[in-house]
């Protein structure tokens, strides 16, 4: 009985909340959807092979070049919260195509830049764009689905963009082999052409005119504020947020620890990398197929505890001075439970609020973007050693076990 609910669910969208003459085609949706929320992580990650050859051509200094990533992740988070209001108020598609229209030719500025300022600026704008389509992607979700359904298309989600992160430093590095670093930003203002003919031939509207909210800046703020007030929101998007810390603080501190501590050589780095976002994509898949039989709340705990067993193994491996087997094993639990929560708190967090996914959607991300990425510079400040990694994962994940327990017991989201 279940089983077939959930068919159905997949197979009919929220009827309060879609137009009736578009049947959700989930696999085009995913690849559409996903390319647009894989942005962010191409743009910030594609281009870092690239720093030291950039230092020298710009004749640039190092901290210079690093403003390039600082504005862009400061851009990231305050254009999540222009676009996702205006999506709700003019509808998804318009916002959409203008966001992807600015990140292509804000990436062709970029190709172009003559020094580092004019880089910084088109970066800016770039992140502008970035965020319009991690947004939009994540209100159009909510728009075509429910329930059941939502948590199983956040799973396919998960398989396009959880790739992103691993494979974006991977294809920065060998484009650096045929071009310079002018062609990453080449690469990235193709793929945004490619996105806006895929989007404007493909993506219809999902938010009817009828369900759209003001766009007067006294109800914006109103609005966000309803959202910060509902404890059940808040629980999940910090719970989603913390679990991704975790996810941060590996990125940060797994090269130090694994090529200095360990003694990996890059490219065997490149493969426990490589493994590592392959376990986070194949339990997103999994949760997929178990979000029919079980609550997204119930998978949602179960994904928060394998994190903090993982996590208190890399701190045991890590204490022990272990051998790697010993230390990969947990690390490779802890990355992989992304998987599970990520979905699951994602859609927990938007299923009470299907007239403003938008906005909803832009303090999800913002939450993630300051709780995660705000932790990768804590793992450096404590030594960036094997036990500092492993502690800020362990920590982040009994944070987010716990926020979820304490401030979600109410949900009556299933």
Request: charged share 10%; no cysteine; net charge positive.
């Given at each position: ?211 759209r909210r003001s766009a007067r800046p006294g109800d914006i703020v109103r609005t966000y504020a309803a ?38 050589s890059p490219a065997e780095y490149g493969v426990v990398f490589g493994l590592n976002g392959v376990g ?135």
């Open positions: 009985m279940a089983g077939s609910t959930a068919v159905n669910e997949v197979r009919t969208t929220h009827t309060s909340s879609t137009p009736r003459t578009r049947p959700p085609r989930t696999a085009r949706y995913a690849l559409l959807l996903g390319g647009l929320t894989a942005f962010g992580p191409l743009s910030i990650d594609m281009y870092l092979p690239a720093l030291p050859v950039m230092a020298g051509e710009l004749n640039s200094t190092d901290t210079q070049l690093q403003l390039t990533l600082a504005v862009f992740l400061v851009g990231l988070g305050v254009g999540q919260l222009v676009a996702g209001p205006l999506s709700d108020a003019f509808g998804r598609r318009r916002p959409l195509l203008v966001g992807v229209v600015v990140f292509a030719v804000a990436s062709a500025v970029a190709a172009l830049s003559p020094s580092v300022p004019a880089l910084v600026a088109a970066r800016a704008v770039q992140a502008l764009g970035a965020a319009t389509g991690m947004v939009i992607a994540r209100a159009a979700v909510r728009d075509l689905y429910s329930g059941v359904a939502m948590a199983r298309f956040f799973s396919t989600l998960m398989l396009v963009t959880g790739v992103a992160p691993v494979l974006a430093p991977l294809l920065g590095g060998q484009l650096l082999r045929w071009t310079s670093w002018r062609g990453i930003f080449v690469t990235l203002t193709a793929f945004g052409v490619v996105l806006l003919v895929v989007a404007a031939l493909a993506l219809p509207e999902t938010l009817p005119r009828g369900q959202l910060l007030r509902d404890r059940i929101f808040v629980g999940h998007a910090l719970t989603v947020g913390l679990a991704f810390a975790a996810m941060f603080a590996y990125i940060s501190g797994s090269s130090f620890v694994l090529q200095h501590h360990y003694g990996l986070l994509v194949l339990v997103g898949q999994l949760n997929g197929r178990l979000v029919s039989r079980f609550a997204p709340k119930t998978l949602l705990r179960t994904g928060l505890t394998a994190a903090i067993v993982g996590g208190l193994g890399i701190v045991a491996a890590a204490a022990a001075d272990a051998s790697l087997p010993l230390l990969l094993l947990p690390l490779f639990v802890t990355v992989s439970s992304v998987g599970m929560v990520g979905p699951n708190a994602t859609t927990l967090a938007l299923a009470d609020h299907p007239n403003s996914a938008g906005s909803a959607s832009a303090l999800l991300g913002l939450v993630q973007f300051l709780v995660g990425g705000g932790t990768s510079p804590i793992v450096g400040l404590l030594g960036g050693s094997a036990l500092a990694m492993a502690a800020v994962m362990a920590t982040a994940a009994a944070a987010s076990l716990t926020v979820s327990i304490s401030l979600t017991r109410a949900s009556s989201a299933h």
